[in-house]
């Protein structure tokens, strides 16, 4: 067991999958010599040299071809998306080839490959850096969209992104590079579409992702000196969406609430609280509560960034809502 | 420093009379020394076959039987031609929504993709694509492409993943002139040579995006040929009506690629018979255009010049009846299959054969 940020985690994590499957590559802007913009792969490089770790034009969508070229022909690339705003330069890649080929060519090309990003607000880059966009990607059919909180479930969501047969978005959060956490020796290999419930208590249910996930404990810490005691479900991945472990929450503690970075319309959670709504209304003793970033692009001043980003008291406030 | 390939074109020695095409031959389109006639038969056949298919699909189209839209190669079919024959079996192609000719070029059979176009059972991918889409990867024809451009990113992937894997095929990529201005054609052209990719861009240029003449919208004559040296590339223009010369550049720049010697741009000169898709008759063209180029026509063309080169008559003729037959076989198959089990609408979205997104 060691400790280490979730930042070289995600080092670590691509390690372990390119010494294991000499298919697996890394390509991206910086991601080699520099070890990345983010430092999140640095030593990737000096270990598996410039073939399998590939520093590219500022291209993104030359990037995600020759990622998905590779992947329908053998490999298993890792590609980097700088930020996850600039998904939108190559959204055609993304949202037209890597999602449909499978599907179009009913089974023939199979698309073994990951895109990695670094998403979301709270380090005060402005709007065009700092876009919570996991939403995006779950509005398209044959994406999955993973989105891990701690540096352990780096690793593990990492793996398992690797080895899924099918293209996955995954999206590390900015805010959460520096973040430190236990990461147990040896290879780690998680399920995609497994959330985690980080906190278990009877009186109402917290969906939250990445960094909304310790912002979501540290409300729940607050509402427990107030006698109030909540679940803290870290979904962990968009899709496949772990509706099972959230039903079964929700069945036992009546309340909703899901906790979103992403900007309020079409955000994730307005899908989970469709779900529940659907299906688990009658285990409901109160309205869904959505927390998220209202409906605007980010500002970058710190004061106007931490005001428009859900925070622990939002949380705490959203939870008494769905309790009245 | 490998020798400019269109020197090297220039150094065989021309074995048959430069035909004078109505047009003016594409300049710097250097003469060709003829193909062997086992492959010049193969070419025509390969030509008659693609014509004739999509002449039924045409017709099919209008009845109703074709749906939605398709995009026909009539009068380009040189250039799928010369490139298919030119191309080793385990050669990757990446197509346009304007695929028939170059996925019937990579040996798939005429009656998958015939039902196909027509959304049956039997399809080449059991109508989940259709006829932008035509896919067979079993054949190495790795996808038609129906977003302008995207694809020239995604052939760079396949020829890099054969260089990384140490293997020897090449990817060649058609397109038209239209995706020359779009930003993914600078991209990958930029990352090939960088890269140096065993892949070969073939920009298609009949002249005409949709409905607008590709000169009013373009900053240079040539548009893929003149942003070759941009890349550090030498610019390639050939008669991409002229089959021994599509095969003698494509063979050149296949080679190259496959010995190591990095990417190249071919620019075809060529035209489309007909409109653009589905029923377009054409008719923003001026009619002396159409005239000149209907005069050029790659097939009756080549048709001749075998003539003149002392084949017999009976041999093409047999080539013809035979493609006449294929089609009408292929058509009969893919009009008797049923329309796809309507269980296929939630098949294949994930490796696992489903459609699922929860658990
Ligand atoms: C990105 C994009 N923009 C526009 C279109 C619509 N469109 C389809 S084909 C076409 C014309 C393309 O012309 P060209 O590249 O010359 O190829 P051709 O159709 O002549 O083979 C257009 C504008 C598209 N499919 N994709």
């Known amino acids: 067991m060691a400790e280490m940020t979730y930042r070289d985690a995600v080092a670590r994590g691509i390690t372990q999958e390119m010494a294991r499957d000499p298919n697996v590559v890394l390509l991206g802007e910086d991601v080699g010599a520099a070890g990345g913009v983010f430092k999140a792969t640095v030593g990737v490089f000096d270990q598996f040299g410039p073939e399998r770790v590939a520093d590219t034009p ?235 970033t209202p409906h605007v692009p980010l500002p970058a001043a710190d004061a106007l960034e931490d005001a428009a980003m859900p925070s622990v008291a939002r949380i705490v406030e959203g939870v008494r809502r769905s309790l009245q | 420093m490998t020798t400019p390939l269109a020197q090297q074109l220039a150094q065989q020695t021309a074995t048959r009379p430069a035909t004078p095409p109505a047009a003016a031959p594409a300049p710097g389109t250097p003469p060709v020394q003829a193909p062997p006639e ?160 065993p892949v070969v861009f073939v920009c298609e240029n009949n002249r005409w995006m949709e409905y607008t003449p590709i000169s009013s919208v373009t900053a240079v004559a040539h548009p893929a040929a003149d942003r070759a040296a941009a890349y550090g590339l030498e610019p390639l223009l050939v008669d991409g009506n002229d089959a021994d010369a599509t095969y003698a550049i494509a063979s050149a720049a296949i080679g190259r690629a496959r010995a190591g010697g990095g990417p190249s741009l071919v620019e075809a000169e060529t035209y489309r018979h007909g409109g653009h898709s589905r029923a377009d008759p054409g008719k923003y063209r001026p009619e002396e255009e159409v005239q000149a180029w209907l005069g050029r026509d790659p097939i009756p063309r080549y048709r001749q010049r075998l003539l003149d080169a002392g084949i017999d008559e009976a041999v093409l003729v047999s080539i013809e009846e035979q493609s006449r037959r294929a089609v009408d076989a292929a058509s009969s198959a893919a009009e008797a299959s049923p329309p796809p089990d309507v269980s296929l609408v939630g098949a294949n979205v994930w490796a696992d054969g489903g459609a699922s997104w929860r658990r």
Not at chain 1, 223 to 251: F, H, K, N, Y
Not at chain 2, 155 to 178: I, P, Q, Y
């Open chain 2, 38 to 197: 086992a492959v010049r038969l193969r070419l025509y056949q390969m030509m008659v076959e693609m014509r004739d298919f999509e002449k039924r699909a045409y017709d099919l189209f209008l009845q109703g039987l074709v749906k939605g839209t398709s995009h026909l190669g009539l009068g380009q079919e040189a250039v799928a031609a010369g490139f298919g024959a030119a191309m080793h079996p385990g050669d990757y192609t990446f197509a346009t929504y304007r695929g028939h000719n170059h996925t019937l070029a990579r040996g798939v059979q005429m009656a998958p993709v015939m039902a196909e176009l027509m959304g049956r059972q039997s399809g080449l991918m059991a109508g989940k694509g259709g006829s932008m889409h035509l896919t067979s990867v079993a054949h190495g024809m790795m996808g038609s492409y129906a977003i302008v451009g995207a694809h020239l990113t995604i052939a760079n992937g396949a020829a890099w993943s054969s260089k990384l894997r140490g293997t020897s095929e090449v990817a060649v990529c058609f397109f038209g002139d239209g995706a020359t201005n779009i930003g993914a054609f600078h991209e990958a052209l930029n990352l090939a040579v960088v890269w140096q990719l």
């Open chain 1, 58 to 292: 500022i291209s993104e969508q030359a990037i995600l071809g020759a990622a998905m070229g590779a992947a329908m022909t053998g490999l298993r690339p890792i590609a980097e998306i700088m930020f996850s705003d600039f998904f939108a330069v190559c959204w055609d890649i993304v949202a037209n080839e890597i999602a449909k080929t499978r599907y179009m060519t009913n089974g023939q090309v199979a698309l073994p490959l990951v895109i990695r990003s670094g998403n979301g607000g709270g380090v005060r880059f402005g709007a065009q850096h700092s876009q919570s966009v996991e939403n995006w990607a779950m509005a398209i059919p044959g994406l999955k969209v993973v989105a891990p909180s701690t540096p352990r479930d780096v690793v593990g969501l990492l793996a398992a992104a690797v080895r899924d047969p099918d293209p996955v978005l995954f999206f590390e959060q900015k805010s959460l590079y520096a973040t430190k956490g236990d990461v147990p020796d040896g290879e780690i290999v998680d399920e995609l579409g497994k959330a985690a419930v980080r906190r278990h208590g009877k009186d109402a249910t917290v969906v939250a992702l990445a960094a909304m996930v310790p912002r979501a404990l540290a409300a729940a810490e607050e509402l427990a000196t107030q006698g109030v005691e909540v679940t803290v479900i870290d979904l962990r991945s968009l899709v496949p969406l772990d509706v099972t472990t959230v039903a079964s929450s929700v069945a036992a503690t009546g309340h909703l609430v899901t906790v979103e970075e992403n900007p309020r319309l079409c955000g994730w959670g307005a899908e989970v609280a469709s779900i529940i709504a659907e299906e688990n209304l009658f285990d409901l003793d109160g309205p869904i509560v959505r927390v998220t």
